[in-house]
């Protein structure tokens, strides 16, 4: 057995003995998904300055701009992606009656359409555009791309409801997520690079109210060997779909 089926293993055995799991997931978990993530191999910053084109103040300083490379190619992306194993295992999770809460760092909705009903979007949501005059909303998919950057009725810009790189996460969203995460016996670290705060910190606060961190990712975090109890290293679809399965037959 390898040192990856035996930490799978683990995972299961603690899970099954866990009555009240939180997730944290970030960008990773959705690469199954086809939708790419920021850091890291094959990430979007290797192709574009976030400060360029994810920063607030250079979506207002140009909507154009920002609308036509990041956001666009967001849509396409996000429009087609259908939740892959890991989000459906965690649906799973929440079914068998073990995971409570998903705490996302994504703003592509997967979490919702595997089934989690508890479902905290950290970052915002990708589904819903606002105009930045109006407040007017109107969903993504039924926005019309014509015109760059899209337009309200009123003639104000739309925007995505997520939040942008100099953006305040909204209060509600932070004082749930810290609360979830001081309440669980075992905090689920998928897919993050656990650099972007105040999301990282999330693990550290279930750290200390006395969980378990369990980390899935094919690369060490700033998280592992310190926060982390121990880290499976794999593809989040594989390793969750094995771990669910394990926890099924240990709890039937
Ligand atoms: P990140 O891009 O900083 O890091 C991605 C992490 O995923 C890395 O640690 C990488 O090793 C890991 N990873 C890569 N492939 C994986 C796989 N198959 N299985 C598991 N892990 C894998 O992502 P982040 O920590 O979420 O932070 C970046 C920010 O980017 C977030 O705030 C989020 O809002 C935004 N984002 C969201 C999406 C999305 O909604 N799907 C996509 C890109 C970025
Ligand atoms: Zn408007």
């Given at each position: 057995?390898?040192?990856?089926?035996?930490?799978?293993?683990r995972a299961a055995?603690?899970?099954?003995?866990?009555?009240h799991v939180v997730a944290l997931t970030g960008a990773g978990i959705s690469v199954e998904s086809g939708i790419p993530p920021f850091r890291g191999k094959g990430g979007l910053w290797e192709k574009i300055d976030p400060m360029e084109y994810a920063h607030i103040d250079a979506f207002l300083r140009d909507p154009a701009k920002v609308w036509g490379v990041l956001i666009k190619e967001m849509k396409d992306v996000v429009d087609q992606a259908l939740p892959n194993d890991a989000h459906k295992g965690l649906?799973?999770?929440e079914d068998l009656g073990l995971l409570k809460t998903v705490?996302?760092?994504n703003v592509d909705g997967l979490h919702q359409a595997a089934g989690n009903t508890d479902v905290i979007e950290f970052h915002g949501s990708f589904a819903w555009q606002?105009?930045?005059d109006c407040h007017n909303r109107c969903e993504t998919r039924k926005i019309n791309l014509e015109q760059i950057p899209p337009r309200c009725n009123c003639g104000g810009i739309f925007r995505p409801e997520v939040i942008f790189f100099g953006e305040l996460i909204p209060p509600q969203h932070l004082s749930r997520s810290q609360l979830a995460a001081s309440q669980c016996d075992i905090m689920l670290v998928i897919g993050t690079s656990a650099v972007v705060q105040p999301a990282s910190l999330m693990p550290v606060i279930s750290k200390e109210s006395g969980a378990k961190v369990i980390e899935i990712n094919p690369e060490r975090t700033p998280l592992t060997g310190t926060v982390s109890d121990y880290i499976i290293l794999g593809k989040a679809g594989e390793v969750t779909r094995k771990?669910?399965?394990?926890?099924?037959?240990?709890?039937?």
């Open positions: 057995m390898t040192v990856t089926d035996d930490l799978i293993k055995k603690d899970l099954a003995a866990a009555s649906a799973r999770l705490i996302t760092q606002k105009c930045m771990i669910v399965t394990e926890v099924e037959q240990l709890i039937s």
